[in-house]
C-alpha cells in the first residue's frame, strides 16, 4: 500500500508537471481555474477547493492516460470465458497494457497528444479509460490519488512558474516496474514575486 500510494504518485506528479510545462496555454487555464477557487474559498486549499479543481485533475488524468505508472494489469481467470474468437480457460492470466489501450486511435483522437480538454465531455466506452485499473478490482486509492496530486500541483503552481529547458520533453522509461521520465528529466522553476513560501 505504501509503496501504491507514493511511487505511482511521485512518478505521476512528474509526468503533471512536464505536460504542464510543456503547455504553457493550459496551465494559465489552471491557473485562471485555481484564481477562481481562491475567490470563492479564500488562500486556505481545502478538499472543497480540490474536488472543484477541474481543469488541473483534467491535467493529472490525461497525463496518467499517456503515461500510467503500471504498464501491465493481470487477472487470473476464475471461470472460463470466451472473449471474442478466444476461448480462455480458467487459471490463465489475462493481461492489459494501459498505455497501449488507452492511446487507440478509435476511442481518442489524436491519442498520442496530451489535451486535458478532451475529458471535459468524457463519453468514451466503458474501460477505456484504465490508468487506475477497472472493474471491481480497480484501484481503491484512485480518488486519493488524484487528489494527492492535485494538492501539489495547486501548491507547486500557486509559487513557482514552471518551464522545460529548450522544450526538451524526457521519453519513457520503461526499465523500471514503475514507468518514469528517462534521466534527466530536467524542469526549470522560478519562485513567484508574490508566492506564499
Known amino acids: 500500500m505504501l509503496f501504491a500510494g507514493q511511487h505511482t504518485s511521485g512518478i505521476s506528479s512528474t509526468w ?3 505536460f504542464l510545462a510543456q503547455h504553457p496555454e493550459y496551465t ?10 481562491g475567490q470563492e474559498f479564500g488562500d486556505e486549499v481545502t478538499f472543497d477547493w ?3 479543481a477541474v481543469k488541473l485533475e483534467n491535467a493529472v488524468r490525461e497525463s496518467l492516460r499517456l503515461f500510467p ?3 501491465v494489469l493481470m487477472r487470473k481467470v476464475k471461470k472460463p470465458l470466451k472473449y471474442k474468437n478466444y476461448d480462455i480457460p480458467e ?3 489475462v493481461a492489459v497494457a494501459p498505455g497501449y489501450g488507452m492511446r487507440i ?5 489524436n491519442p498520442d497528444s496530451w489535451n486535458p480538454h478532451r475529458l471535459e465531455n468524457d463519453n468514451k466506452p466503458a474501460y477505456s479509460y484504465i490508468a487506475f485499473g477497472g472493474g471491481r478490482h480497480g484501484c481503491p486509492g484512485e480518488n486519493f ?3 494527492q496530486i492535485k494538492m501539489i500541483w495547486t501548491v507547486l503552481l500557486k509559487n513557482f512558474e514552471f518551464e522545460l529547458p529548450d522544450g526538451k520533453f524526457p521519453v519513457p522509461d520503461y526499465t523500471n516496474l514503475v514507468t518514469g521520465p528517462k534521466q534527466p528529466a530536467l524542469i526549470r522553476y522560478r519562485k513567484k514575486l ?3 513560501l
Open 194 to 196: 508574490d508566492a506564499e
Open 69 to 71: 505508472p503500471l504498464i
Open 28 to 37: 494559465k487555464e489552471v491557473l485562471a481555474e485555481q484564481q477562481e477557487l
Open 16 to 18: 503533471t508537471g512536464l
Open 50 to 52: 480540490l474536488k472543484k
Open 105 to 109: 486511435g478509435d476511442v481518442y483522437e
Open 91 to 93: 487459471g490463465d492470466i
Open 145 to 147: 490519488g488524484i487528489l
